[in-house]
């Protein structure tokens, strides 16, 4: 088989950057690069490749990447195995491996001891978080005479950390400046931010360490004339999509569109958002729950948040782990992530339940040998536009900052509901989020007391 790479997917393999990011529109053959790439490599019996997905249904899907790499690799001799571990295998030894990161919190036990020459990550804006690609990069161990290093793909998603790393290589309409595709900038990390400088030399005499090299190649449907040629349609199905994909699949825009109509704006959140926060130093902690008023599959989520404030009355969301719940699980939850976050106190809606929800709480609680633990019930007597509404005030003048790139389904929901719309699903992630900001921001707080031993 005879592998022609089209111009920009030349310019992809012959980098030498440590991390590149590659993409932007949609059907630019960003996945048939990543999977190429590895080619390079595979005559060294040593070599090991690792390819990342969000999930494993991404993988082995019916078409999906697994299905794929099957296509290119069997040409050239390779195997596919499934179990335990997936890769494939070939004639000199060579080993493709292929794993997900479903969860952020997982991301340790799923890739400690690791160790690969090349890792690509496809895909890379859609779910993955900064601390999920710090830590994979980490795997980055060559053992062969390859220079090891990272590549990822991605279509635009401006709620992305990647979002940030690419800021220097858009124009102020959020669209690729072509002119400085593959231009190579240096970085390093300090305090979870990026440090960027235009030389090597730059940051070594500022920070005494070695920096990271870094690209970005855009690129956009007219870069792959191959598919084109197969599919001379495809153009006109992107066309047809809402005008936030058309700007973002077929002209590469990482631009935020926000929903009119909707009370919080992702472009609010984007602005303030922050990469970590020291909650410990946080004046007061709390999990905010919005108990699902039933128990079945048709039932609604359980909310849960976990939100702190400093001492300038500024919000921190820091985790969502919203789901579908029995009570007794979702109390269960809520008290680990209490013990985890050393948090205050336990905020929770009785509208639904009202003695039950408290009795949940005490009864899981007592369970786990915990007599310290005290819920405070609230109660929704006005709408939830209402409740919302001073919440929405405080996320647009930056008085509530998410924390990270772990909050996808909760800043989705937030930014697509519409007060009074009857269409709309009752927002659970959000009443959550309203009670943790009310309680922390609107309500008057004390100060956290502090034991020093």
Known sequence: MIIKPQPVQEKF??????????????GVGKTF?????HLRWT???EYRGLIVRKSYSQIFSAGGLWDEAKKIYSNFGAYGIKTPNPRFVFPSGAEVLFKHSNREA??????QGIQADLISIDEAATGFTLREFLYISSRLRSMTNI?????????????????????????DDDTPDFSKSGF?????????????????????????????????????LEDNQELLKKEPNYKQKLENLSAQDVEALLHGSWAVVDNPLALFKQSDINKYRINSYDYLQAKKIVIAIDPAGTHNKNSDDTGIIVAAVDHNNKCYILQDETG???????AEIAISLYDNYQADCIVAEKNYGGDMVESTIRSQAKLLGRSDIKPKLVNATRGKAVRAEPVSLLYASGEVIHVGYNLIDLEKEMTSWVPHDPNMRSPNR??????????????KVRERRVFVV
């Not at 690069?33 to 790439?37: E, G, I, N, P, R």
């Not at 997982?106 to 890739?111: K, L, Q, S």
């Not at 990822?152 to 800021?167: A, H, Q, Y």
């Open 324 to 330: 579908k719940y029995t009570p007794e699980r979702w």
């Open 106 to 111: 997982e991301v340790e036990d799923n890739f």
């Open 33 to 37: 690069s990543l999977l190429v790439d």
């Open 13 to 26: 393999l012959q980098s030498s950057a440590d991390v590149l990011v590659f993409g932007s529109g949609a």
């Open 43 to 45: 005559q060294i019996p």
């Open 184 to 220: 190579i900038r240096w970085y390093i990390m300090e305090n979870n931010e990026f440090i960027w400088a235009d030389t090597k030399q730059e940051l070594i005499e500022k920070f005494n360490r070695q920096p990271v090299s870094f690209t970005f190649i855009p690129a956009v």
């Open 430 to 443: 959000l009443d959550a989020v309203v009670w943790a900001v009310t309680e922390l921001s609107l309500n």
């Open 147 to 171: 220079d090891s290093y990272i590549r990822l793909t991605c279509n635009p998603n401006p709620n992305s950390f990647i979002r940030k790393m690419i800021d220097w290589y858009l124009k």
